[in-house]
């Protein structure tokens, strides 16, 4: 057996195989949903890390009798927070160094031009806008540490943030997940919500790229 190929799979695709590490692991999955919501939103370099199909997924099992969902808004919301805390950290402290190198693989400095836009569009109402925004979620409270926002001002956002999010995702999934139509086509729910998450970045994508290519034809017929 690939261990590899096996962790790999069930770290990006950890909302489908839930069910299965609840079977096996029992309350320890806990721990194991903690520990993602906290990576996913803690660290600029695991934007990958499934969330709001992970948290929307957790809610259905819970509302099968598989997980409480009061511990796992509990859980999960201290996970959310505490990982926006640990990414502004070191925001704060290391952002302008580990970005001065634009080739950088791990840290691209294209989310961060990206994440910036977004301050400068919605100020610091951003890092509760960006929670429901995949990649632009975890750039979020680093740039707000680079740019030397309070850490007063960012904690309360933070918190408001976190909370909602988890609310949402996880409490939609609880009240919505074991719905016949839902249940029987799980799956496809669970790639729905993916889509859903990441159509604001392809469309913030495709729209800068629109935006660019018109500055640059504009450039070359001066």
Known sequence: MDYIAWFVDLTLHL????GELIAQYGALTYGVLFAVIFLET??????FLPGDSLLFAAGALAAAGSLDVGLLYVALTTAAVLGDTVNYSIGHYLGPKVFHYPKSRLFNPEHLQRTSRFFERYGAKTIVIARFVPIVRTFAPFV????????LRFLAYNVIGGAGWVAICL????FFGNLPVVKDNFG???LGIIFVSVLPAVVTFFTERAAHRRAQSAADQR
């Open 188 to 190: 496809l729910v669970i």
């Open 144 to 151: 707000a540490g680079i740019g030397e926002m309070s850490y």
């Open 15 to 18: 909302d489908r195989h839930l």
């Open 42 to 47: 803690g660290f600029v370099v695991t934007p």
């Open 171 to 174: 409490f939609g999934g609880h």
